[in-house]
């Protein structure tokens, strides 16, 4: 019986020079892409627009105001974890860009404004950004790195 992999040679990845950073072995891609910051950017904007209007009374005074305040309080977290590429903090974003979306499709259906759709589009086009493989490979679990102590 032949010894496994006597006459084989290892496997080989030819598409990596393609997908990683020059220099950089096999699952270790640093650093954080431009669209991954103007995303986080975008959203910790539109969290800022929400709060304040929900300070204003725009989304009234009743529960619908406080959840906004949650909703904003969610996105601004998850957008400072995304920023040091943390997984939960783009769970956060990537949950908070799919649902955006849908909300501004479901006011535009109701609503017939543009302002909705656009918008509502650039934020799908965000969902799918963030789905990439390239985006997942850079970020880190709280696992990989050692507590401070």
């Not at 990537?94 to 017939?112: K, P, Q």
């Given at each position: 019986?032949p010894?496994?992999?006597?006459?084989?040679?290892p496997a080989?990845?030819l598409?990596?020079r393609?997908r990683h950073l020059?220099?950089?072995p096999a699952?270790?891609?640093k650093g954080?892409?431009p669209g991954?910051?103007?995303?986080?950017m975008?959203?910790?904007?539109?969290?800022?627009?929400?709060?304040?209007a929900?300070?204003?009374?725009?989304?009234g005074?009743?529960?619908?105001?406080y959840?906004?305040?949650?909703v904003?309080t969610?996105f601004?977290?998850?957008?400072?974890?995304?920023?040091?590429l943390?997984r939960w903090?783009?769970?956060?974003v990537?949950?908070g860009?799919l649902v955006m979306?849908?909300?501004?499709?479901y006011?535009f259906?109701?609503?017939h404004?543009?302002?909705?759709?656009?918008?509502?589009?650039?934020?799908?086009?965000f969902f799918?950004?963030?789905?990439?493989?390239?985006v997942?490979?850079?970020?880190?679990?709280?696992?990989?790195?050692?507590a401070?102590?």
């Amino acid at each position: 019986m032949p010894e496994p992999n006597s006459n084989n040679r290892p496997a080989e990845d030819l598409g990596f020079r393609s997908r990683h950073l020059p220099g950089t072995p096999a699952g270790e891609a640093k650093g954080m892409l431009p669209g991954m910051a103007a995303i986080g950017m975008f959203l910790l904007l539109i969290a800022m627009l929400n709060a304040f209007a929900a300070i204003r009374d725009v989304f009234g005074t009743g529960i619908a105001r406080y959840g906004i305040f949650g909703v904003c309080t969610l996105f601004a977290v998850g957008v400072f974890g995304f920023l040091r590429l943390r997984r939960w903090g783009w769970a956060l974003v990537t949950a908070g860009c799919l649902v955006m979306a849908s909300g501004d499709g479901y006011l535009f259906s109701r609503n017939h404004v543009g302002f909705f759709m656009v918008r509502g589009l650039l934020e799908l086009c965000f969902f799918l950004y963030l789905v990439r493989t390239e985006v997942r490979e850079r970020l880190h679990s709280s696992l990989d790195q050692p507590a401070v102590q």
